[in-house]
């Protein structure tokens, strides 16, 4: 007898609850993962959204241009790092331009006071069905509030003290934690760049394999929802701003970068935040002018150029840039945005609705596949859906 027949090899083959539970396991040591890397969500995130906007550029490298790989990545690293370096030198500059705008505001509103406590005190008595009322009470207490200011006290002056003190460390550990933040985002984005195959192989391992055709044509319609939408959205905030800094220095309105700024954060917001950017613009030609411009129109003007690039974003800049990245209703658009916005700032904004679209996507699988309905048709899976 052979040697393999004396010592049979042994049954090592898992039975079936053991690998139910092999998958768990592989799937709840990512999920621990991810629960302990919270505090870097955020880079990671941004990371993730440089690396899809550049993998196009990489592609270009090395494909058009017949670049290896290694230089293709080394060139796409050095262009990630000028727009890392290009948005750490503007943001100081960007900074102080909307401190200047917040002070500019809080001045008008203050100015808008005074205009309120001068018509409060030249209208003292209202007449209601012919009944005269007396509003001196009420009227000097809103005058001596907004034009009589109380003295502060010694008390007082030392906290605003300690404030300005405590403002400025601030300032400097924001400016500091800026600067690593940038660092761990150049970090993260070139690990993804070099290499995410690992991504792919561990989301296999966890995939049976008789779901593999299935999930795939999931996956890229996940990834197409993702890229299409995120390269759009922020190709339309940069075109936004961009139009709104050149409007603004061509009508010589001051705070030019804030104004682009404002005009491009609040274009994640549907109909409500293009609306909020004239306002500001609008207040700032009320109460501030023109460097050039000395008309008394400047603000019928400053609404005419916001609708005129209101008019660019939806028929020129989103079908252009972005297209239809997502299919969906504008209701839901607009509560997606409000609730990420509400939840998780300006990058839960940006990221809502895809985030609503990606699960429209997995709730319509797995609708089929408790109805028991192929989820991708042949036509879809021959070639994947892009228009979502």
């Given at each position: 007898m052979t040697e393999q027949s004396e010592h049979?090899?042994?049954?090592?083959?898992?039975?079936?609850?053991?690998?139910v539970l092999g998958r768990i396991v592989l799937v709840l040591v990512p999920v621990i993962a991810l629960v302990l890397l919270?505090?870097?969500w955020a880079q990671l995130i941004i990371a993730g959204i440089l690396v899809f906007l550049l993998q196009p550029l990489l592609l270009f490298f090395q494909r058009r241009l017949g670049m290896r790989r290694g230089w293709a990545l080394a060139l796409t690293v050095l262009v990630l790092m000028a727009i890392l370096a290009t948005v750490v030198m503007l943001v100081p500059a960007v900074i102080s331009s909307v401190d200047n705008l917040s002070q500019q505001l809080t001045g008008a509103a203050a100015e808008v006071a005074l205009e309120l406590a001068d018509f409060l005190d030249n209208n003292r008595e209202v007449s209601i069905q012919g009944v005269v009322v007396d509003l001196s009470p009420l009227v000097d207490a809103v005058i001596d509030y907004v034009t009589k200011p109380p003295d502060p006290s010694l008390v007082e002056v030392l906290i605003s003290l300690f404030g300005d003190i405590t403002e400025t460390l601030r300032l400097v550990l924001n400016l500091v934690s800026l600067l690593l933040g940038a660092l761990l985002v150049l970090v993260f984005a070139i690990y993804m760049l070099i290499d995410l195959s690992w991504l792919r192989e561990g989301i296999l391992y966890v995939i049976p394999a008789g779901y593999l055709d299935e999930l795939a044509s999931l996956g890229k319609n996940l990834v197409t929802i993702w890229i299409a939408y995120i390269r759009g959205q922020l190709g339309v905030m940069l075109a936004v701003g961009v139009t709104t800094v050149i409007v603004a220095l061509v009508l010589g309105l001051p705070y030019a970068l804030a104004l682009g700024l404002i005009a491009a954060l609040l274009e994640?917001?549907?109909?409500i935040g293009p609306v909020l950017a004239a306002v500001a613009a609008v207040v700032v030609a009320l109460f501030e002018g023109s460097y050039w411009?000395?008309?008394p129109s400047l603000a019928l003007m400053v609404i005419v150029a916001y609708i005129l690039i209101q008019q660019l974003e939806e028929h020129v800049f989103t079908p252009t840039i972005q297209g239809k990245a997502v299919h969906l209703p504008p209701l839901v658009i607009m509560l997606s945005v409000l609730v990420g916005l509400h939840e998780f700032g300006l990058l839960g904004a940006i990221l809502a609705v895809p985030v609503v679209a990606s699960t429209r996507e997995v709730l319509v699988y797995v609708y089929a596949k408790v109805n028991q309905?192929?989820?991708?048709?042949?036509?879809?899976?021959?070639?994947?859906?892009?228009?979502?």
């Open positions: 049979p090899q042994p049954n090592t083959t898992w039975s079936r609850p053991a690998r919270e505090p870097y994640i917001i549907p109909h411009i000395d008309v309905q192929d989820p991708f048709p042949e036509k879809q899976r021959a070639q994947p859906q892009t228009d979502h």
